[in-house]
């Protein structure tokens, strides 16, 4: 797997051999999604359930100032935690959380972010939930961005946002969203 894009570009990257539980986001699809989403310049990001850190690191590439990788498997954080040494990026935290645990941390800390990749296991089904609370707790700015892939469409009210773009990549579901 490679950087597509950025200061990163055609940097490798790699992912566990034993990745049954960790599905990283093909090259083509995260260049497609990387071009919807135009200058990323000093945004700050949230890579939950990072798995192999690709999707945050990838944002880091294209000029995010600074990621927060957050996985509950521990294969995911090494990996990613291995993934930005072999870059030698500094500009980022990874943390080995539950998502509702990271989330309050967040709160607690009065985080906002930029940017959230939204990609977790497609079973847990828990993309409503998460995108809720992210935005009741006031941790997605005012400009900020939700990229959610999924295995289905993600129904959102969308009085929560400005404008979605949704994408189809075979059966991978693709919807951005703006604030």
Known sequence: MRIVGGIYKRRIITYPDDASHIRPTKDRIREAIFSALGDLSNYRGLDLYSGSGAMGIEGLSRGCSFMTFVDMNKIAIETTKKNLSSLKIDNAEVLFMKDIEAINKFV????????????PPY????????IDLLLKNNLISEHGIIVIESDHDVIIDN?????????????IKVAIIWR
Do not use: A, P, Q
């Open 159 to 171: 009085l929560l946002y400005k404008e979605r773009r949704d994408y189809k990549y075979g059966e």
């Open 108 to 119: 607690n800390d009065k985080r906002v972010f930029d940017i959230v990749f939204l990609d």
């Open 123 to 130: 079973k847990l089904g828990k993309y409503e939930e998460i």
